[in-house]
């Protein structure tokens, strides 16, 4: 079923409703939040990840294997891999998980951020 022109035009941003003027395509810096995880993981959010035992998307389903100093987050908690683990829960494993604080519930920009004083309002 197609969709109404007027839908496909705004989608494809040449409705009359949306105007535009002086815009640049430049490299944007890295936003900082104030205290929102661990410095490492601000560094690069890519970082962390969901505990899974299994990769379920991959051919077989082969248990995922954590390299030391992996960051996941499993039942709401933060943790940092201490030695290379596979199918070791981390809230079942401290041997192999160090628990660290919770990520604080607040992302604000921090005063540091080229992007201070910036946001929704």
Do not use: C
């Not at 535009?20 to 410095?39: C, I, L, T, Y």
């Not at 294997?65 to 070791?88: D, I, K, P, W």
């Not at 809230?91 to 628990?99: G, V």
Request: aromatic fraction near 10%.
């Amino acid at each position: 079923m197609m969709r109404p022109a007027k839908f496909r035009q705004f989608l494809r941003w040449t409705s009359p409703m949306v105007t535009e003027s002086n815009n640049r395509n430049e490299p944007v810096s890295a936003v900082e939040f104030e205290g929102f995880m661990p410095d490492e993981i601000e560094a690069s959010y890519r970082l962390l990840e969901w505990w899974t035992e299994r990769a379920t998307l991959s051919p077989g389903s082969p248990s995922v294997r954590y390299a030391a100093g992996a960051f996941v987050m499993h039942g709401g908690q933060l943790y940092r891999a201490t030695g290379e683990n596979e199918s070791s829960p981390p809230d079942q494993h401290p041997e192999l998980w160090q628990r660290l604080p919770v990520p604080a519930d607040d992302v604000r920009l921090s005063s540091r951020s080229s992007h201070a004083g910036l946001g929704l309002r």
